[in-house]
């Protein structure tokens, strides 16, 4: 049996089945290539159609909102509860009829008023279709004060500021921009001793000692004194007190805190000295008893001007 056996052959020089590795990997290469090309294209795609969108999108609103003539601003209606003219607040908005109601920044109308230092609080709105209304509330004067500041030309000059209930420094008006124009100068109480440094217009005087002769004007206008003194002059420059010259001529110095009271003691010690015909020239209120006082006659006093307590923050307002 031996002779009918088979011969093995050389497994180098038979036909067998190889596997093509090299095929398969170069399916597997172009696969891979096509799925990434379609990838990219897809965010390609993607993102050229969300610009599209949104370049369609900007186009409609600009010529459906922004440029559209329907909401062309046809009424500008500005309001104020102070003394600023209507045309004045027109000319710091600085907003013309013809322009866009959606277009206009809302935000910058606000913030170029809110920079006058006059002007407290602003309200902006869009009345749809064409009107833009424009509420304006305005700070009320309460005090003065005057501080050196460099001059063009070199040298130093005073310049004027106004101070509200809070101790806000306010730049006063030009008579070409209120609403109705002044006759004659306003007066208010002059505060002393305030360094050049802390006041900045539209900027709150954070000063204890100012705070403390601002409550004091207030103070004095529900007084009993009210009428029979005027305050012309606050010295803030002394530690823990106020010394106030009054029109009349007197020097009365306060304490900071316990104001109404010592108004009324005030109102007292007055009272008694018309009694003997005598006015106080100086009194010191800042002591609790055996209050320090200096007399002279009473016929050598100016009086008071006559006028009603002034209504703080009662405004009245200009259409």
């Given amino acids: 049996m031996r002779w009918f056996k088979r011969k ?16 398969r990997s170069s399916q597997i290469r172009v696969a891979r290539t096509r799925m990434a090309a379609i990838a990219l294209g897809a965010v390609f795609a993607t993102i050229f159609g969300l610009y599209v969108l949104w370049r369609s999108g900007q186009w409609a609103l600009d010529r459906l909102v922004y440029e559209n003539e329907a909401f062309a601003i046809q009424e500008i209606d500005v309001q104020t509860d102070g003394v600023i003219s209507v045309d004045q607040l027109r000319r710091w908005m600085g907003v013309r009829s013809g322009q866009n109601l959606f277009a206009l920044d809302l ?26 209304r424009v509420r304006v509330s305005e700070r009320e004067p309460l005090a003065q004060v005057k501080v ?47 360094s050049a440094n802390d006041v900045q217009p ?40 106020l010394v106030v010259t009054t029109g009349q001529g007197g020097e009365i110095t306060f304490g900071l805190t316990d104001l109404d009271q010592q108004l009324r003691r005030w109102h007292k010690v007055f009272e008694a000295g018309q009694k003997v015909g005598k006015a106080i020239a100086s009194l010191d209120l800042a002591v609790s008893s055996n209050l320090p006082a200096r007399w002279l006659e009473a016929s050598a006093v100016p009086p008071a001007s006559p006028r009603l307590p002034k209504p703080y923050h009662s405004k009245k307002k200009h259409v």
């Fill in 148 to 194: 050196p500041c460099p001059k063009q030309g070199g040298g130093v000059e005073l310049a004027a500021y106004q101070l509200d209930i809070d101790g806000v420094a306010i730049l006063p008006l030009d008579n070409a921009q209120r609403a109705t124009p002044l006759m004659q100068p306003e007066q208010f109480p002059m505060l002393t001793g305030i």
């Fill in 107 to 132: 935000a910058r109308v606000k913030r170029g008023l809110e920079l006058v230092s006059l002007v407290d609080s602003v309200s902006v709105e869009r009345i749809l279709p064409r009107t833009l």
């Fill in 8 to 23: 093995p052959k050389n497994r180098r020089l038979g036909r067998e089945h190889v596997l093509d590795v090299k095929l």
């Fill in 202 to 241: 539209g900027r709150r005087i954070e000063n204890p000692q100012v705070q403390a002769a601002l409550q004091l004007i207030v103070a004095f206008e529900h007084s009993p004194m009210v009428g029979l003194a005027d305050l012309q002059r606050i010295d803030v420059s002394w530690p823990e007190v």
